[in-house]
């Protein structure tokens, strides 16, 4: 059974993630193959999207469910699996991004490419302001624009609008007072905004909220 | 509610999350101040965006390669409880060697003297047991040998045996106090 994304037991399919992950906690590997595949694609994205490389965002992933599996004698049922989950996913997404950090000089060079990227979009819409972009381009703008963001920004923001996560469930997972996780996303929104601003409205130059 | 405060927010308003008399005033705001309107506006837009970005496909090995992430970490710490016990084993080899070796000596001079003292016979005991044990343990013994009685009458008999035969065969020796002058 194990293996076949397809596959899912029936009996599993009406359990809850709770549920699951009690059984999981019992030694049972089908419950927890079932929450792999209910998770997994979740769990791929959001690493994705933190740290920018795919390769690395299954790796990532991967380790994630390794991590819950190994964790799942101390799982307790007062916290929602999908909110006890991301919280191990955004704890290797740290670890793997503070890893980054430590390789100053690729990094340098990735966030020098980076700007330069972004700068030469900019500076192309603006000597080309007629210039209908398709959707696709849109999208990779603003990922860019996300990914260019600093983590306590980034984090949030890709919890709140790619997850689809509640204030208070980010505030859970990151460890942080509501209050902050609200200002964090609202800031973040504005600053993407600004960056794509330029290709969706082309007379919104000098609009900036000087954020 | 001034600008700087509609942007703060801006986020709130499009999640929908912000109080009643907060929202009145937002609206108020906005329906003034069209640089806050084109704000509103693009962020709309921008979220519209996020939110629609489509998710990268999930290889389709995914679940058995955290599987076998799984089975390999299980192996491993098996391996390592191996390792460990093995590892214990050969740092403190000496010591266990000298432990069994001491006990198996002290386990052989038990055996041996616990077999010694059920084995022995009486006597033998009474032999190396203290002085008092022994008279009351041969107090026991005695009548079990011979019966006094019977022992009484042998040495009366044997006596009366032996004045026969002095009578029989000697003549009283006459002692100087019984003879005539």
Known sequence: ?211 | MDCKKVSDLLSEFIDGTLNEAERVEFESHIDQCEKCQRNLRNCKATLSILHSIESIAVPSDFTENVFKKIEAYETGKRALTFAAIAAFLRIHRRTILTGLATFALAFGIAVSVLYRLTSSDTASIADQAPTTDAYVIKEVVQPAVVPQDTAYRETDESLWDELRVRQERYVFPVSSENQPF
């Open chain 1, 1 to 211: 059974m194990r293996g076949k994304d397809q596959d899912s037991t029936p009996d599993y399919r009406n359990q809850s993630d709770e549920e699951l992950m009690i059984r999981a906690r019992g030694g049972d590997k089908d419950a927890f193959g079932e929450l792999v595949r209910r998770y997994g694609s979740k769990m791929v994205n959001l690493a994705y999207r933190i740290i920018g490389d795919r390769g690395i965002a299954e790796d990532v992933a991967q380790e994630t469910f390794l991590r819950a599996y190994q964790s799942a004698p101390r799982y307790q049922t007062i916290s929602k699996f999908s909110t006890w989950l991301h919280t191990i996913a955004i704890n290797l997404c740290r670890n793997e991004l503070k890893r980054r950090r430590n390789q100053v000089y690729s990094l340098e060079g990735m966030a020098r490419k980076d700007d330069e990227k972004m700068r030469m979009d900019i500076a192309d819409h603006h000597n080309k302001p007629d210039i209908l972009y398709e959707r696709k381009e849109i999208e990779r703008i603003v990922l860019g624009a996300v990914e260019s963001l600093p983590e306590h920004f980034r984090l949030p923001l890709v919890l709140r609008d790619i997850q689809g996560l509640t204030y208070e469930e980010i505030e859970e997972i990151l460890g942080i007072p509501q209050g902050t996780v609200k200002s964090r996303i609202n800031r973040a929104r504005l600053r993407v905004k600004e960056m794509i601003e330029p290709f969706i409205d082309p007379y919104s130059r000098g609009s900036g909220d000087g954020l």
